[in-house]
């Protein structure tokens, strides 16, 4: 079992930057694809990016393909979502999530794939 932790969110500006992370518990960490989603005001939750467990492989939703970011680092437990170009439609909380599995390179973008999730980070972008 893993337990995540997201941070990084805030108000920023539309066109500035942050960065969200994700830390996760346990030494198990590289087993794990991750993704990062968001749900914005009275909307569905949406996928965002996924990386796989090695971090050899990314994918990305269309609205944020070429400005958002997906990384992880294994040696700290931690994935992290570079977000730029932020505009008033990024305003969301933004949940990370993790899934076991033996496939290495693999990325998962649907939300039902997913089996452990973080209580989310807030981001607000003002015009």
Known sequence: QVQLVESGGGLVQAGGSLRL???ASGRTFRR???GW????PGKDREFVAAVSRSGG????ADPVKGRFTISRDNTK?????QINSLSPEDTAVYYCAAV?????GN???TAREYDYWGQGTQV????
């Open 107 to 109: 990325c998962y973008m």
């Open 21 to 23: 992370s994700c830390a």
């Open 57 to 60: 492989s990314t994918d990305y």
């Open 37 to 40: 989603f968001r749900r914005a």
């Open 77 to 81: 437990n931690t994935v992290y979502l």
């Open 32 to 34: 794990y694809a991750m």
């Open 124 to 127: 607000t972008v003002s015009s």
């Open 100 to 104: 076991e599995t033996w496939d290495s």
